[in-house]
């Protein structure tokens, strides 16, 4: 079990940035991996971006050159620099955090992120 509190959604207008950030307040487990996912109405969870220990990152094709995901060690922070902000990145954008070898199952509850002018 692994408590995850979300912070940095807001309003923003296309072109414009935000910085999504990520603690961890409790876990059961050593912290392997962190992750962001984002869900858009009526459509499903998908991954953003993810960190594993080591700070080796993947982007889903749709943020790459834009977003940036960074990690803080030891408290296991997680952050998303989102720049040059489309409305199709219009979501509600989780934290996930999962130990080696396991899924990304546990989830914040997230923070939202409109994008529009």
């Known amino acids: 079990q692994v408590e995850l509190v979300e912070s940095g959604g807001g309003l923003v207008q296309p072109g414009g940035s935000l910085r999504l950030a990520c603690t961890v307040s409790?876990?059961?487990?050593?912290?392997?991996?962190m992750a962001w996912f984002r869900q858009a109405p009526g459509k499903q969870r998908e991954l953003v971006a993810k960190?594993?220990?080591?700070?080796?990152?993947t982007y889903a094709d749709s943020v790459k050159g834009r977003f940036i995901i960074s990690r803080e060690y030891p408290n296991d922070s997680v952050y998303l620099q989102m720049n040059d902000l489309k409305p199709e990145d219009t979501a509600i954008y989780y934290c996930?955090?999962?130990?080696?070898?396991?899924?990304?199952?546990?989830w914040g509850l997230g923070t939202q992120v409109t994008v529009s002018s």
């Open positions: 960190i594993n220990m080591g700070n080796t990152r």
């Open positions: 409790k876990s059961t487990f050593s912290i392997y991996g």
């Open positions: 996930s955090a999962r130990g080696y070898g396991q899924e990304y199952d546990s």
